[in-house]
């Protein structure tokens, strides 16, 4: 094999090479697209529900203090009572 082949080959196998990079580079930014995108989903899910879990603690405390008013009725009536 003459020296010119030799140089032609190794082009063509660095060629290759850089090729196989460039897919596993391609590769990598793809799964780290998709990873940002699944974290982004799951951010938006937690402050989702965050919002919900603060709408259902307001929603608890005022049964909260209906239940207390009704227990003072019921022991102001119960203790006024002959």
């Known amino acids: 094999m ?3 082949e030799q140089i032609q080959k190794a ?3 660095e060629t290759e ?7 596993d580079i391609d590769k990598v930014r793809d799964d780290l ?9 799951e951010l ?5 529900m965050e919002r919900e879990n603060k709408k ?3 929603a608890i405390k005022i049964q909260l203090q209906f239940i207390l008013g009704i227990s003072y009725i019921i ?3 119960v203790t006024n009572t002959p």
């Open 2 to 4: 003459t020296i010119e």
């Open 11 to 13: 082009d063509i196998v």
């Open 17 to 23: 090479v850089e090729h196989d990079e460039l897919d």
């Open 33 to 41: 697209q998709s990873t940002k995108q699944m974290l982004a989903l």
């Open 44 to 48: 938006r899910n937690k402050e989702a």
């Open 56 to 58: 259902l603690l307001v």
């Open 75 to 77: 022991l102001k009536y």
